[in-house]
């Protein structure tokens, strides 16, 4: 049984449930993506619930001109006290590395960006973690990425919903699909 609570700015969500599948890197890197899906507890909303966090050990100067895929400054304002140990200077804009960051000198630290999705069947589940809103188009693409391939083959031997799922076929998206992978 897990109990989770996951806030940051865009998130705020509590839930406590079986973990049917976790797909974390085993190789250190610089940006990575976990995953885990649970079967909730009755009681709470969605019978499944998919928690992803993108997460990253870069930061960069404090005016830097280096933006996130939106177009924002990237990270929150800090110092490096707020810099994790195994923080990793950006190489476009190229901060001091932390034994020789002055305390306060301000830089800018990547934070976790959560994403949760809540289904009502483990196919809901897999729809949402598997549609993808194309940057570039616009358009919604659909794209089974290996950890979420991996957390479902470890669900279906947990719970037999998940060895009953479909997996899409990567695509262009039907229109009856943007409302689901939206939510
Ligand atoms: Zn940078």
Redesign the pocket.
Known sequence: MAAEHVADHRVDEAWTGTVLGTSVPDDARERWMELRIYRLDPGQEGKYLAWRVAKSYIY??GD?A?RTRSGAK?GRLGTVANLPDDAEP?D??NPLFPDELPDDVRVRVEVDRNTINRADSAQQLVDALTHYRDRASGQWVVRVSEPVEYVIEQAARRDPAFAAVVLPRPSSVPAMRRELAAG
């Open positions: 960069h100067t830097t280096c990237p950006c476009e804009c």
